[in-house]
């Protein structure tokens, strides 16, 4: 069995603690939801445990299989079997879609795989979430339309096959049709191969369709409640102002810093990164 262990994680983001002593367990084959208000922390824990470059730990200790991964650097992380779907995946002009793939996948395994191999499986994931199979030769993300950028970042999830899989809003820019296709190879890939995931969702609906077995609000800095999905339901009718008031939490007041479309983490499979935007 997989374990990721998060302890006392306190994350600063351009001097700004955004993190303030976060606790968090994900076993293999379970599927935690984390919500939310925006800009409470949520995506901020995602990328501190990708190793983003502009997310400090300050304090605590993120750890996989008991193997301290904060000293890792993201390929490393990704390799041991880290996977972050991006909330915005970066266009990477002039590298096509299958050269990224391909490295991706070789960069996780002891030798190369062979070509035919790779384009039959890409092939067929491309098939699975029903896109055309001319995005293999476009340049990556360049030109991609939101949802075809989310439909990308699962099939580099399903050929790097993860322990742990962090979804940061794979939903939006989804239609209803293409969160169903998403959804059901989400669903059959966790169960072949017992991820653990952490999804971060707004909705409800997305949730109905990838059942989690736990639930989390993180709210400033913290996790302040955890649950099942009784606990996703109970957001969806009340919001957050009751959890609010019961911690002494001003909502208008808690804000976070982020660095959103900074580097293309999504396969982590090469340590490259680029210009950080502000």
Known sequence: MTTLKIENLHVNVAGKEILKGVDLEINSGEIHALMGPNGNGKSTLLMAIMGHPRYEITEGSITLDEQDVTKLSVDQRSKAGLFLSMQYPEEVPGVTNSDFLKAAV?????KPIKLFEFIRTLDKTLEDLKMDASM??????????????????????????????????LDSGLDVDAIRIVADNINRMQEELQMGMIIVSHYERFYENIRPTHAHVLMGGRILASGGEELVKKIDAEGYGWLAAAHNIDLASETETEVKRAVSLGSCAVNQRGKVNE
């Open 136 to 169: 293999a030769h476009r340049f990556l993300n360049e030109g991609f339309s939101g949802g075809e950028k989310k439909r990308n970042e699962i099939v580099q999830m399903k050929l790097l096959k993860p322990k742990i899989a962090m979804l940061d809003e």
């Open 106 to 110: 070789n960069a996780h395994r002891e």
